[in-house]
């Protein structure tokens, strides 16, 4: 089985990761990256993880900005100022390599520390422009995301999973983030389905050992499904649950081919 | 049979709504089908649902014209979205999946087919909280509320996605709303009912046996039909924990074959804010069997309050 992740390097630009994820084999590029102990700002991520789950979505204000926003909440005003500012930095980086993925919009930047259990089931990630793809770079996790090819999904089973379990997910996502409370405490009436989580096997799921896990470190870069293209399948691992790590989250969408 | 108010339509609506999708399915019998909705119709049934963009629209309308139950029957729809989706999403907008124009087709197309001057509702399905803001929708279902094309506003939720409706029942823009309800998933009691009964917000229950679930207590290794959507629904685990639930169930109110059903039923018209409870029932001994439900009104109080034990999905 050939593995769907294909490796480049921010140098080599956006536009050799677009070409990557426009052949039908890919599912998602992985950018391999430092881990969090070699990173400059590595007290300051692990001072905002110390704190309650959050989420927070930039909604156009600079990386700088935003974070001295959450920081300056969580941490007091002023922590961290040089960590916080080489972290803004490089999401920067990241926000201008995934800005060439497309010719939309800027796009979104979004950064969440809470672990949300819906993560832990297959899915795409769906928005309504032309053409999608998001870039994910968690810092401090133990797991990688996993993917697995569409054609790994018996679509019909899926369908009839997700119809029940969507809403679900959705709710049970919501009580984590404003409770924290653990996922195996409020499903507990749920033995089947957080025994799937747990482990990654899924009723609809073809072939359980057809799937690849990216490096924990590395940032990685998927489609999303929009009304003209197909999504990436993925999920997140049941060993995250307890460090999920920070999440910075990037969408490029564009009505644009 | 008895009537209950649909929030601020004003309409009297029967405590079952006849779901209809039925009628749409491969292998059912068609003439079988046709004889229960005539019946439940006789037997005073007075509101039926359509599905999404009219459904058995044509079916309904030929059994309406035929009886001359047109006048008194309220037939409640769903407007086709425009935008193919299986889930609920905020990125799908409201008018890309609703646009005004495209309502006022659909429900103008609609009265035509059933032969019938005004819809009792038209709805929304699969509603997203963000859409309550967005697009022509609104007015132009208050439009055709004004011309007398529909009696009320509806917006129908997706399954278990019961609080994705309080903005919109806060707000007073819509006049009833279709949730799922039953023994497993109470979950719209919590807040959602409470809140349509202060906004004189009308309720219709769906799903009230859980799609078939808490209507058999059959052991066989599938018990739907090749083709029937719910075979994946239920597939593989689902199906052992439900048949699990609906044993346990039956076996602490010492409830015996057609009695589990019953007892669904029955929970769902107990609850006050509940204006109608909405079941396809394909024969003719369905309809009866129902009909001696309603019969036996709502459960006991102590029998409701242990009833609660056996929330389970939502």
Same mark, same amino acid.
């Given at each position: 089985?050939?593995?769907?992740?294909?490796?480049?390097?921010?140098?080599?630009?956006?536009?050799?990761?677009?070409?990557?994820?426009?052949?039908?084999?890919?599912?998602?590029?992985?950018?391999?990256?430092?881990?969090?102990?070699?990173?400059?700002?590595?007290?300051?991520?692990?001072?905002?993880?110390?704190?309650?789950?959050?989420?927070?979505?930039?909604?156009?204000?600079?990386?700088?900005?935003?974070?001295?926003?959450?920081?300056?909440?969580?941490?007091?005003?002023?922590?961290?100022?040089?960590?916080?500012?080489?972290?803004?930095?490089?999401?920067?980086?990241?926000?201008?390599?995934?800005?060439?993925?497309?010719?939309?919009?800027?796009?979104?930047?979004?950064?969440?520390?809470?672990?949300?259990?819906?993560?832990?089931?297959?899915?795409?990630?769906?928005?309504?422009?032309?053409?999608?793809?998001?870039?994910?770079?968690?810092?401090?996790?133990?797991?990688?995301?996993?993917?697995?090819?569409?054609?790994?999904?018996?679509?019909?089973?899926?369908?009839?999973?997700?119809?029940?379990?969507?809403?679900?997910?959705?709710?049970?996502?919501?009580?984590?983030?404003?409770?924290?409370?653990?996922?195996?405490?409020?499903?507990?009436?749920?033995?089947?389905?957080?025994?799937?989580?747990?482990?990654?096997?899924?009723?609809?799921?073809?072939?359980?050992?057809?799937?690849?896990?990216?490096?924990?470190?590395?940032?990685?870069?998927?489609?999303?499904?929009?009304?003209?293209?197909?999504?990436?399948?993925?999920?997140?691992?049941?060993?995250?649950?307890?460090?999920?790590?920070?999440?910075?989250?990037?969408?490029?969408?564009?009505?644009?081919? | 049979?008895?009537?209950?108010?649909?929030?601020?339509?004003?309409?009297?609506?029967?405590?079952?709504?006849?779901?209809?999708?039925?009628?749409?399915?491969?292998?059912?019998?068609?003439?079988?089908?046709?004889?229960?909705?005539?019946?439940?119709?006789?037997?005073?049934?007075?509101?039926?649902?359509?599905?999404?963009?009219?459904?058995?629209?044509?079916?309904?309308?030929?059994?309406?014209?035929?009886?001359?139950?047109?006048?008194?029957?309220?037939?409640?729809?769903?407007?086709?979205?425009?935008?193919?989706?299986?889930?609920?999403?905020?990125?799908?907008?409201?008018?890309?999946?609703?646009? +005004?124009?495209?309502? #006022?087709?659909?429900? *103008?197309?609609? @009265?035509?087919?059933?032969? =019938?001057?005004?819809? !009792? %509702?038209?709805?929304?399905?699969?509603?997203?909280?963000?859409?309550?803001?967005?697009?022509?929708?609104?007015?132009?279902?208050?439009?055709?509320?004004?011309?007398?094309?529909?009696?009320?506003?509806?917006?129908?939720?997706?399954?278990?996605?019961?609080?994705?409706?309080?903005?919109?029942?806060?707000?007073g823009a819509i006049d009833c709303v279709q949730v799922m309800y039953n023994i497993f998933d109470q979950g719209a009691a919590a807040s959602?009912?409470?809140?349509?009964?202060?906004?004189?917000?009308?309720?219709?229950?769906?799903?009230?046996?859980?799609?078939?679930?808490?209507?058999?207590?059959?052991?066989?290794?599938?018990?739907?039909?090749?083709?029937?959507?719910?075979?994946?629904?239920?597939?593989?685990?689902?199906?052992?924990?439900?048949? +699990?639930?609906?044993? #346990?169930?039956?076996? *602490?109110?010492? @409830?015996?074959?057609?009695? =589990?059903?019953?007892? !669904? %039923?029955?929970?769902?018209?107990?609850?006050?804010?509940?204006?109608?409870?909405?079941?396809?029932?394909?024969?003719?001994?369905?309809?009866?069997?129902?009909?001696?439900?309603?019969?036996?009104?709502?459960?006991?109080p102590e029998t409701l309050a242990r009833l609660r034990a056996h929330r389970w999905l939502c």
């Amino acid at each position: 089985m050939m593995k769907p992740i294909a490796v480049t390097a921010l140098g080599s630009g956006a536009g050799a990761a677009r070409r990557l994820l426009e052949t039908p084999l890919v599912e998602a590029i992985e950018i391999p990256r430092p881990s969090l102990d070699e990173l400059p700002f590595r007290d300051f991520v692990r001072a905002l993880l110390r704190a309650p789950g959050f989420k927070l979505d930039f909604r156009g204000q600079t990386p700088d900005a935003a974070l001295a926003l959450v920081s300056n909440q969580i941490l007091g005003p002023g922590a961290f100022q040089q960590e916080r500012a080489a972290l803004a930095e490089a999401i920067a980086a990241l926000e201008v390599f995934a800005r060439g993925l497309g010719a939309g919009p800027p796009p979104q930047v979004a950064i969440r520390t809470y672990f949300a259990p819906g993560d832990l089931v297959w899915h795409v990630d769906r928005v309504s422009e032309r053409t999608a793809f998001r870039l994910l770079w968690p810092l401090g996790r133990p797991a990688g995301m996993k993917v697995t090819p569409a054609d790994n999904i018996d679509q019909r089973r899926y369908r009839g999973f997700m119809r029940r379990e969507f809403p679900l997910l959705c709710q049970l996502d919501t009580r984590v983030l404003h409770t924290g409370a653990a996922v195996e405490a409020l499903w507990a009436h749920r033995p089947a389905q957080l025994a799937a989580m747990t482990s990654g096997r899924f009723p609809f799921i073809v072939d359980p050992d057809k799937e690849w896990e990216i490096d924990p470190t590395a940032v990685s870069v998927h489609r999303v499904e929009t009304p003209a293209g197909p999504g990436t399948y993925h999920r997140s691992s049941w060993t995250n649950r307890a460090s999920p790590g920070l999440q910075i989250v990037i969408t490029a969408a564009s009505d644009e081919q | 049979m008895r009537f209950r108010g649909l929030g601020r339509t004003g309409l009297k609506v029967s405590e079952y709504t006849l779901g209809t999708s039925f009628l749409e399915r491969k292998g059912v019998d068609l003439a079988e089908a046709g004889a229960a909705v005539e019946l439940a119709l006789e037997r005073g049934i007075n509101a039926v649902e359509l599905g999404a963009g009219g459904g058995a629209a044509d079916a309904v309308g030929e059994i309406l014209e035929r009886t001359g139950a047109g006048q008194r029957v309220h037939v409640f729809s769903r407007v086709t979205s425009l935008v193919p989706f299986d889930l609920p999403s905020p990125h799908v907008t409201a008018q890309d999946a609703y646009p +005004g124009a495209h309502i #006022r087709a659909e429900t *103008e197309a609609l @009265l035509r087919r059933l032969g =019938v001057e005004r819809l !009792g %509702l038209q709805q929304l399905h699969a509603w997203c909280p963000e859409w309550l803001h967005e697009g022509d929708w609104l007015e132009m279902l208050q439009r055709l509320r004004g011309e007398g094309k529909i009696a009320g506003i509806g917006i129908s939720l997706f399954d278990h996605d019961v609080d994705s409706a309080l903005e919109a029942v806060a707000s007073g823009a819509i006049d009833c709303v279709q949730v799922m309800y039953n023994i497993f998933d109470q979950g719209a009691a919590a807040s959602l009912f409470p809140l349509c009964a202060k906004q004189k917000v009308g309720v219709i229950a769906r799903s009230p046996l859980y799609f078939g679930a808490l209507a058999s207590q059959q052991q066989t290794a599938m018990p739907f039909a090749e083709g029937d959507w719910r075979r994946d629904y239920f597939f593989n685990e689902h199906l052992r924990e439900t048949r +699990g639930r609906v044993v #346990r169930l039956a076996r *602490e109110f010492g @409830l015996e074959g057609s009695s =589990v059903t019953e007892t !669904g %039923l029955r929970f769902c018209f107990s609850h006050p804010a509940v204006s109608t409870v909405a079941l396809g029932m394909r024969t003719r001994r369905q309809v009866e069997a129902n009909l001696q439900a309603l019969d036996h009104g709502p459960l006991a109080p102590e029998t409701l309050a242990r009833l609660r034990a056996h929330r389970w999905l939502c």
